[in-house]
């Protein structure tokens, strides 16, 4: 192991943010209840996967990238709508990254670059530049054969210091180290976003709800421009600071935005999908007898068509929903 330490300086500007976003967590802290909405985390995912490829220039619109993950027919490239199923896939399995792993970071670009690029889940083997949303490259990358020993030393730092430093700047440095370093030949932005968000929610779960991809969208020219500044002055401090300043906004936005009592619909939502497990069919009258329930209208008018609205429920037969072969799925 090397004595690598990424240059970056703690000023009182990223202080003053921790602060700000640590008192907002703390009131979303308060309300239980998040975990029992599975439509905002879902919803919040959607946005976050639209956010993430539109920085990219994938074409695809909001209610698009929603059509395809709810498995219906959108008309558009072939390879924007693969990359909407291998986002989706690779933000489902956000829980289960080791954020401290290079193997899962690598088993991570594998599945967001599933059928769309060559070298998937691999280091690129040529050498690249980055480039701004018009084009103009803003950081030469360091050539292909220092990438093994960059990134072991990054990841190797992270482990020896995710106690001591706090998880908000560690993931912020490891979103612009990540991007300086450029490993892979395609896909390095959307795994740089995807990471920090593996690195923060498995600090906190609560930032499987907060799409901050959609912040960055917002502010895609600062994004860059943060970056850019960063490899002119050769440390990731103004990237911090801007992160920072991303999520103390981005939570504003969350609380005010989001309601947090539970409307009935919710808890027969949340019900409905505790007694199924994902991918696996079953009648209405298997389901009615896990819920306890006895009438088919019930079970269709509170349950199934309000979960099947929010693309939280599949039916096996979409064509026919009357069939008496009608089955149900959670995905």
Not at 143 to 152: C, F, G, R, T, V
Not at 261 to 283: A, G, Q, R
């Amino acid at each position: 192991m090397t004595d690598y330490k990424p240059p970056f300086t703690i000023t009182n500007k990223m202080l003053e943010y921790i602060s700000s976003i640590m008192e907002k967590i703390g009131k979303l802290d308060n309300y239980s209840n998040l975990n029992k909405m599975p439509i905002l985390r879902r919803n919040n995912k959607i946005e976050s996967i639209h956010s993430s490829l539109k920085i990219e220039a994938n074409s695809l619109s909001l209610d698009q990238v929603k059509d395809v993950i709810d498995g219906k027919l959108v008309l558009g490239s072939k390879k924007e709508i693969q990359e909407v199923k291998n986002a989706y896939k690779a933000y489902e399995m956000i829980k289960e990254f080791d954020p401290y792993s290079l193997n899962d970071l690598k088993k991570a670009h594998g599945v967001m670059t599933f059928l769309t690029v060559e070298e998937s889940g691999e280091f690129r083997k040529d050498n690249e530049g980055v480039f701004d949303g018009n084009g103009n490259c803003i950081h030469i990358c360091p050539p292909p054969e220092q990438i093994n020993a960059l990134m072991k030393d990054l990841f190797n730092w992270m482990k020896k210091n995710k106690k001591q430093i706090h998880p908000l700047i560690l993931s912020s440095i490891f979103h612009y180290e990540f991007v300086f370093i450029h490993p892979f030949s395609d896909g390095n932005g959307r795994i740089s976003r995807l990471w920090q968000n593996v690195i923060l929610s498995n600090w906190k779960d609560i930032f499987e709800y907060i799409p901050i991809e959609s912040q960055l969208l917002k502010y895609q020219n600062d994004y860059y421009d943060a970056i850019a500044k960063c490899n002119k002055n050769g440390d990731s401090t103004i990237f911090i600071e801007f992160m920072l300043n991303m999520f103390d906004e981005i939570l504003d936005e969350f609380i005010n935005n989001t309601v947090i009592s539970l409307t009935d619909e919710t808890i027969n939502i949340n019900k409905i999908l505790s007694v199924m497990e994902i991918n696996k069919p079953l009648t209405a009258n298997e389901i009615m007898s896990r819920l306890g329930i006895k009438s088919k209208e019930t079970l269709r008018k509170n349950y199934l068509d309000p979960a099947i609205r929010e693309g939280l429920i599949i039916q096996t037969i979409p064509d026919r929903p009357t069939s008496k072969n009608q089955m149900y799925y959670k995905i």
